[in-house]
């Protein structure tokens, strides 16, 4: 799940939601009420759905090193070994894809928090808990990699790095719902997210080698979406109602992990106006995606409930097409307003 830039509906430049707010503040526990039993039936009649797409996931992941996407040729000592601290002028790339790889690294970064998310939501047994510890071996690599990659090339401030990974891993995540459905939910559409991140990162940046690590990663991101968009597409059939009114929430209050990184506004609008991940990219690119994946306006299987949070949904990204339009409309002013003058 983790990694990827850019967009907190409440924050954004595209947002202008007064939902999820960034912060300690932002996860409203209890909002939504946790029906535990039906949390415990899903685990339990779902465990064959996931041995399946675990077995899947195993078969078609193909295995890779971080160190040899690093082009370690590159690196020297810093000061403290007798050669040289960063400065300014070793940077690289656009500001835009800076802040992108800063905030990717440092989401990325974030793992231990959403291990304990995913680990108190699925548990450590069965086909469940070994999920948890195959993904979170997955995404360590690619803290690794990205981390790697940027210390040695010295694309990126180490010292900023260093002093905003602190601060960030200190707040730690929190999911804004509770519960499974909320959770499986998130991921799908956040894996997704990720994967485009990654993707319009590295090629943001212009740089091949750059290019070839990120695309390496958004292939995982890929398939995880694919594992947690699987999972709750069994959760749809089990439990239709409580599973729509589980996407309407988590679509309408949907902000990327890293919304609590220092100065994550700004650099989410540089991310934004460069068109690395944007409004119409996140519904585009990551929401219809996932939403036509599990036919949610096709459904007939839902009842009262199921419906009215389908339709809240329907509203709700009507009204997000319109502030994507108004985003693309604004993008220009917004870059020179950032001081981007090409
Ligand atoms: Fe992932
Ligand atoms: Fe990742």
Redesign the pocket.
Known sequence: M??GAAISMAQSPTGGHSVALPGRAWHPRGVTAVDDSLDVRLLLDLESVVEAELSRHLAMHKPWNPHDYVPWDEGRNFAFLGGEDWSPEQQRYSQAARSSLFVNLLT?DNLPSYHHEIAGMFGRDGAWGTWVGRWTAE?NR?AVAIRDYLVVTRAVDPVALEEARMVHMTEGFHAVHPGLLHGVAYVSFQELA?RVSHRNTGAATGDPLAEQLFQR?AL??NLHMLFYRNVFNAALEHSPDSAMRAITETVRDFAMPGNGIEGFGRKSMEIAVAGIYDLRQHIDEVLMPVLRYWRIFERNDFGPEGELARQELATFLEGLQVQATRFDDRREAMALRLGWTD
Do not use: K, L, R, Y
Request: net charge negative.
């Open positions: 983790p990694s990325e995404e690619h990720t990663i995982d991101e």
